[in-house]
């Protein structure tokens, strides 16, 4: 069974920095493509990177380009996002997803979810 288990959300200051990890277990990755989603309260799940495990290919969301960076350890089978120069925009709960055999932006094309870690960054 596929478990994706975030962490490293917190509190910070606009500006500040985190790094989020999503260890990922119970299937051989590498046809899978790995994304970070985050939703914030009120609002519609939306797409921030993804990385393919494959051949590390990487796509990003406009919004987080040149502050967020999305790598993956293949030994320890977890993917990390550094995310700097934080915003009070980027305050939302952070998912990690896998979607097999499938490049994508759509959260449906995504077929399992971490459980979500909380980011908040205060002005």
């Known amino acids: 069974q596929v478990q994706l288990v975030e962490s490293g959300g917190g509190s910070v200051q606009a500006g500040g920095s985190l790094r989020l990890s999503c260890a990922a277990s119970?299937?051989?990755?590498?046809?899978?493509?790995m994304g970070w989603f985050r939703q914030a309260p009120g609002k519609e799940r939306e797409f921030v990177v993804y990385?393919?495990?494959?051949?590390?290919?990487?796509y990003y969301a406009d919004s987080v380009k040149g502050r967020f960076t999305i790598s993956k350890d293949n030994a320890k089978n977890t993917v990390y996002l550094q995310m700097n120069s934080l915003k009070p925009e980027d305050t939302a709960v952070y998912y990690c997803?896998?979607?097999?055999?499938?490049?994508?932006?759509?959260?449906?094309?995504?077929?399992?979810w971490g459980q979500g870690t909380q980011v908040t960054v205060s002005s």
């Open positions: 990385i393919r495990w494959s051949d590390g290919r990487t």
């Open positions: 997803a896998a979607a097999y055999q499938s490049t994508s932006w759509y959260p449906r094309s995504y077929d399992y």
């Open positions: 119970g299937r051989t990755f590498s046809r899978y493509t």
